[in-house]
């Protein structure tokens, strides 16, 4: 009897194996799921595309969500091992989507392996699927420079979701040494008279455990003192696992680090990741980076080192209108005046028919929904309540600080919030954010990391999802600077469309919003009409958004690493070229281009630093200090008012929008991150009153956190405690109050007069503690009265544009005690001994 032929024989050179075209690839595999019947047209698009340019070395490539891109991903790594361009590694954020690439090339039939020493891995037979971590750290199993172990080649890299992968990627070339650890002390000390000298008063907060306090060490000292800092650091190179896995990656450019200190630990981290730390990633003859339609993609330059040259080129689909459906409200703009409670209320009701997920920046915001939340996430139990979702309805779950690298398909999330702007966490990362604060370069930021929060809740271009886009902070960050123009096109096309939706619902009460929620929620035909024409021709920018600034910088710190300082500051020369006209960031450029020439010439970057710091105030203070000016008196508050008013808003919503975000920073917080916003929060609400406002602790080191001017030579002298939580002032905190107030008399001479003012919890002082007579304390408690009382302020003049009126400002002024002569009677208290 015959038993069959042996077709094998026939296929020993199948197209699975041998072509280069990932279509045919695709089609020729003889196990795939019945779910991969075909390609979709965007992939094959795709794929054609990087066909023909597949051999340059950087290729961006840029999908919608939904798109298919780990398919796209898989058959283009195949393509590279039919060719010979082997190994091939594809890469992601975490292990986790490590494991659901992994179930999706078996379900393909491509044979992968997570095994780096695997000898099919090796031989080019099966692609490693990994994640960022195991790749880049100081052990890598890929090997390290310097170090003597033999080196795992790669011939062809992809990083999916590149955008995803770029914190764990900061994370491993940033060495934190927490307070505990016994080099925190030794470097403490030894920096302890330059950062006195940038200010004795914050590092007397951070002998005290002050929460909040963050300062950087200046770039020459920290370079001057290399030797003693490596005496201080080598030693402990392998006594915890940070040192262990980051060391190693550091190490050779200590001296270009930018270093903080904060009350909790030490963070030192390069300019750049020096990614050639990891030859074998570097040396890949093909490097694919693919990444959702994000609109800056200067990161990829910044901290992967590539080649701008062809990924500003990016390959796309030939649309990009595949996205899936979101309706976008922002509550501050179709409801003015609605209230933080008046949402979270709607949207627990929403939730108990739909799975609501509301996406917080911090832990303390995330206190607000506690209650009525089912489950609360942050990276530790994360892809626990991934799996919960998608399983079934939840009801509300808060994720904290998740912007990206989850999947939340269908009724997972139908309704996704976005509660307040990304937060800065890490000391060098608040003061980079303080520093850039309302410049292009972090607006550009906030906008990619709000745009990856949207793009948890659509997950295919036939899903759908109603965003609401909360708190006045981010709803301020769209429309300032043209916010909304740096999202991606089909993302501002959404917005378009949902602009249309705001004005009509302008006049219809909030408690209506349910019922147009659940037209996009229910598909209704003619909004699904409307979402679909919205996306209708949008295609994607034949160019991606490389920054000139980011090329430069990465060329800059390429050339420090080889010791040429001098080109390093000249390269650096360009970045600030290219910023101009945005001088927070030109001041904040400099100060790197300094640091470089600092190490050639300290005297020419002394001069740097000057120029630095009178572009932008937040910078570090050159070792000569900084001249104070004094804040001038003003002679007319409601004038003055106005002036600012109208300079800073269009229209009387952007107004109440603006204010709402003062005041949402001028909440008492005991979060060491809100300090800084909460002191920024009172100079801008001078300016708003029509007050001279100036920051003399934070601008020269000395002096109060705020100094206002009420007129007629009168000034306010204020100290903030907004994370106070004693119920009574302590000695420190009246000293500072009464060492504010001997350089007010230093700096002003006697025709000049001054309130000290305390912002604190409680006015009754510790028995040990003594305040100056004149003093006063703004309690919580009359700050809550205050803040209602700014509130009705702006909407009483954003009714028929009054804040451009004089008169009507003198009027609510003094209807809601804001005038500068009554405000210390109308809100201090004098304080009590207990």
Same mark, same amino acid.
């Given at each position: 009897?015959?038993?069959?032929?042996?077709?094998?024989?026939?296929?020993?050179?199948?197209?699975?194996?041998?072509?280069?075209?990932?279509?045919?690839?695709?089609?020729?595999?003889?196990?795939?799921?019945?779910?991969?019947?075909?390609?979709?047209?965007?992939?094959?698009?795709?794929?054609?595309?990087?066909?023909?340019?597949?051999?340059?070395?950087?290729?961006?490539?840029?999908?919608?969500?939904?798109?298919?891109?780990?398919?796209?991903?898989?058959?283009?790594?195949?393509?590279?091992?039919?060719?010979?361009?082997?190994?091939?590694?594809?890469?992601?954020?975490?292990?986790?989507?490590?494991?659901?690439?992994?179930?999706?090339?078996?379900?393909?039939?491509?044979?992968?392996?997570?095994?780096? !020493?695997?000898?099919?891995?090796?031989?080019?037979?099966?692609?490693?699927?990994?994640?960022?971590?195991?790749?880049?750290?100081?052990?890598?199993?890929?090997?390290?420079?310097?170090?003597?172990?033999?080196?795992?080649?790669?011939?062809?890299?992809?990083?999916?979701?590149?955008?995803?992968?770029?914190?764990?990627?900061?994370?491993?070339?940033?060495?934190?040494?927490?307070?505990?650890?016994?080099?925190?002390?030794?470097?403490?000390?030894?920096?302890?008279?330059?950062?006195?000298?940038?200010?004795?008063?914050?590092?007397?907060?951070?002998?005290?455990?002050?929460?909040?306090?963050?300062?950087?060490?200046?770039?020459?000292?920290?370079?001057?003192?290399?030797?003693?800092?490596?005496?201080?650091?080598?030693?402990?190179?392998?006594?915890?696992?940070?040192?262990?896995?980051?060391?190693?990656?550091?190490?050779?450019?200590?001296?270009?680090?930018?270093?903080?200190?904060?009350?909790?630990?030490?963070?030192?981290?390069?300019?750049?990741?020096?990614?050639?730390?990891?030859?074998?990633?570097?040396?890949?003859?093909?490097?694919?980076?693919?990444?959702?339609?994000?609109?800056?993609?200067?990161?990829?330059?910044?901290?992967?080192?590539?080649?701008?040259?062809?990924?500003?080129?990016?390959?796309?689909?030939?649309?990009?209108?595949?996205?899936?459906?979101?309706?976008?409200?922002?509550?501050?703009?179709?409801?003015?005046?609605?209230?933080?409670?008046?949402?979270?209320?709607?949207?627990?009701?929403?939730?108990?028919?739909?799975?609501?997920?509301?996406?917080?920046?911090?832990?303390?915001?995330?206190?607000?929904?506690?209650?009525?939340?089912?489950?609360?996430?942050?990276?530790?139990?994360?892809?626990?309540?991934?799996?919960?979702?998608?399983?079934?309805?939840?009801?509300?779950?808060?994720?904290?600080?998740?912007?990206?690298?989850?999947? +939340?398909?269908?009724?997972?999330?139908?309704?996704?919030?976005?509660?307040?702007?990304?937060?800065?966490?890490?000391?060098?990362?608040?003061?980079?954010?303080?520093?850039?604060?309302?410049?292009?370069?972090?607006?550009?930021?906030?906008?990619? !990391?709000?745009?990856?929060?949207?793009?948890?809740?659509?997950?295919?271009?036939?899903?759908?999802?109603?965003?609401?886009?909360?708190?006045?902070?981010?709803?301020?960050?769209?429309?300032?600077?043209?916010?909304?123009?740096?999202?991606?096109?089909?993302?501002?096309?959404?917005?378009?469309?949902?602009?249309?939706?705001?004005?009509?619902?302008?006049?219809?009460?909030?408690?209506?919003?349910?019922?147009?929620?659940?037209?996009?929620?229910?598909?209704?035909?003619?909004?699904?009409?409307?979402?679909?024409?919205?996306?209708?021709?949008?295609?994607?920018?034949?160019?991606?958004?490389?920054?000139?600034?980011?090329?430069?910088?990465?060329?800059?710190?390429?050339?420090?690493?080889?010791?040429?300082?001098?080109?390093?500051?000249?390269?650096?020369?360009?970045?600030?070229?290219?910023?101009?006209?945005?001088?927070?960031?030109?001041?904040? +450029?400099?100060? !790197?281009?300094?640091?470089?020439?600092?190490?050639?010439?300290?005297?020419?970057?002394?001069?740097?630093?000057?120029?630095?710091?009178?572009?932008?105030?937040?910078?570090?203070?050159?070792?000569?200090?900084?001249?104070?000016?004094?804040?001038?008196?003003?002679?007319?508050?409601?004038?003055?008012?106005? %002036?600012?008013?109208?300079?800073?808003?269009?229209?009387?919503?952007?107004?109440?929008?603006?204010?709402?975000?003062?005041?949402?920073?001028?909440?008492?917080?005991?979060?060491?991150?809100?300090?800084?916003?909460? %002191?920024?929060?009172?100079?801008? +609400?001078?300016?708003?009153?029509?007050?001279?406002?100036? !920051?003399?602790?934070?601008?020269?080191? %000395?002096?109060?956190?705020?100094?206002?001017?009420?007129?007629?030579?009168?000034?306010?002298?204020?100290?903030?405690?907004?994370?106070?939580?004693?119920?009574?002032?302590?000695?420190?905190?009246?000293?500072?109050?009464?060492?504010?107030?001997?350089?007010?008399?230093?700096?002003?001479?006697?025709?000049?007069?001054?309130?000290?003012?305390?912002?604190?919890?409680?006015?009754?002082?510790?028995?040990?503690?003594?305040?100056?007579?004149?003093?006063?304390?703004?309690?919580?408690?009359?700050?809550?009265?205050?803040?209602?009382?700014?509130?009705?302020?702006?909407?009483?003049?954003?009714?028929?544009?009054?804040?451009?009126?004089?008169?009507?400002?003198?009027?609510?002024?003094?209807?809601?005690?804001?005038?500068?002569?009554?405000?210390?009677?109308?809100?201090?208290?004098?304080?009590?001994?207990?």
């Amino acid at each position: 009897m015959m038993v069959g032929l042996d077709f094998g024989r026939l296929t020993r050179r199948s197209v699975v194996d041998t072509a280069t075209e990932p279509r045919r690839i695709f089609a020729a595999l003889p196990t795939r799921a019945p779910k991969y019947a075909r390609p979709w047209d965007v992939q094959t698009q795709v794929w054609d595309r990087w066909h023909g340019r597949r051999t340059e070395s950087d290729l961006l490539v840029k999908m919608n969500t939904g798109g298919g891109k780990t398919v796209v991903g898989l058959m283009m790594l195949k393509s590279c091992l039919n060719e010979g361009a082997g190994p091939a590694v594809y890469i992601t954020p975490d292990i986790y989507l490590a494991n659901q690439v992994r179930a999706e090339a078996d379900a393909l039939g491509i044979e992968t392996t997570d095994d780096p !020493r695997s000898g099919r891995f090796q031989s080019g037979k099966a692609i490693l699927i990994t994640h960022i971590h195991k790749v880049i750290n100081g052990l890598s199993v890929f090997g390290v420079m310097g170090d003597t172990r033999q080196r795992i080649e790669m011939g062809s890299v992809l990083v999916d979701d590149t955008h995803a992968c770029l914190a764990t990627l900061e994370d491993q070339y940033t060495l934190t040494i927490s307070r505990g650890h016994a080099a925190y002390n030794e470097l403490a000390n030894l920096f302890d008279d330059a950062l006195r000298d940038q200010s004795p008063s914050a590092v007397r907060d951070l002998a005290e455990d002050v929460p909040g306090v963050a300062l950087r060490i200046p770039y020459w000292a920290w370079a001057d003192r290399h030797e003693q800092v490596l005496n201080v650091l080598h030693p402990h190179r392998e006594s915890t696992n940070k040192f262990t896995f980051v060391w190693p990656l550091i190490r050779e450019v200590l001296h270009l680090c930018d270093t903080a200190i904060s009350y909790s630990e030490i963070e030192i981290k390069p300019p750049c990741p020096p990614i050639d730390r990891i030859p074998s990633l570097v040396a890949a003859k093909r490097r694919i980076y693919l990444t959702a339609t994000l609109a800056d993609d200067s990161v990829l330059v910044t901290h992967f080192d590539a080649a701008p040259t062809t990924i500003a080129t990016p390959i796309t689909p030939q649309t990009a209108d595949d996205l899936g459906d979101r309706m976008i409200l922002t509550p501050l703009e179709t409801h003015p005046g609605t209230t933080d409670d008046e949402v979270r209320d709607f949207l627990v009701e929403q939730a108990a028919r739909h799975n609501v997920v509301v996406i917080v920046p911090s832990r303390r915001r995330a206190a607000f929904w506690r209650d009525v939340a089912a489950a609360e996430h942050d990276s530790t139990t994360i892809h626990d309540g991934v799996r919960s979702l998608r399983e079934g309805h939840v009801g509300l779950v808060v994720l904290i600080n998740r912007y990206d690298g989850i999947d +939340l398909p269908g009724d997972a999330c139908r309704i996704l919030a976005l509660d307040g702007l990304p937060e800065a966490y890490s000391a060098l990362d608040r003061i980079e954010a303080l520093a850039l604060d309302e410049s292009d370069a972090m607006i550009t930021r906030q906008i990619q !990391r709000i745009e990856q929060g949207m793009g948890r809740g659509v997950r295919s271009n036939d899903d759908h999802c109603v965003v609401l886009l909360l708190g006045s902070k981010l709803t301020q960050r769209l429309h300032r600077a043209g916010g909304a123009a740096k999202f991606s096109p089909a993302t501002h096309a959404q917005l378009l469309l949902s602009e249309q939706v705001a004005d009509m619902l302008h006049g219809v009460p909030f408690t209506e919003l349910g019922s147009v929620i659940n037209q996009c929620l229910d598909r209704d035909p003619e909004w699904v009409t409307a979402s679909r024409d919205a996306l209708d021709g949008v295609t994607y920018p034949t160019t991606s958004t490389i920054s000139g600034i980011a090329v430069a910088e990465r060329e800059a710190f390429r050339l420090a690493e080889l010791g040429r300082y001098r080109d390093a500051h000249d390269k650096m020369r360009e970045a600030i070229t290219a910023a101009s006209g945005d001088r927070r960031h030109e001041g904040w +450029l400099k100060q !790197r281009a300094a640091g470089y020439l600092h190490l050639t010439d300290p005297a020419a970057a002394l001069q740097m630093q000057r120029s630095a710091q009178i572009d932008n105030r937040a910078v570090l203070r050159p070792r000569d200090g900084v001249e104070y000016h004094r804040l001038s008196s003003i002679a007319d508050q409601a004038r003055q008012a106005a %002036e600012c008013l109208t300079t800073r808003y269009s229209n009387g919503n952007d107004l109440i929008v603006g204010v709402a975000a003062i005041l949402e920073d001028l909440s008492p917080d005991p979060d060491p991150a809100s300090v800084p916003n909460f %002191e920024q929060a009172v100079h801008d +609400l001078g300016l708003h009153l029509g007050l001279g406002a100036q !920051r003399p602790e934070r601008d020269t080191g %000395e002096g109060p956190d705020v100094l206002w001017s009420l007129g007629e030579l009168a000034y306010l002298v204020i100290e903030c405690k907004s994370g106070s939580t004693t119920d009574a002032i302590w000695r420190h905190d009246a000293e500072q109050l009464s060492h504010s107030m001997d350089w007010f008399d230093e700096k002003y001479d006697h025709t000049c007069s001054a309130t000290p003012i305390l912002i604190h919890k409680s006015l009754m002082l510790h028995k040990q503690a003594s305040a100056r007579p004149a003093a006063r304390v703004v309690t919580f408690d009359n700050l809550v009265k205050l803040r209602d009382a700014v509130s009705k302020y702006a909407a009483a003049l954003a009714a028929d544009n009054g804040y451009r009126d004089t008169g009507k400002i003198s009027a609510q002024l003094a209807t809601w005690g804001l005038n500068g002569k009554s405000f210390v009677q109308k809100w201090g208290v004098a304080p009590r001994k207990t």
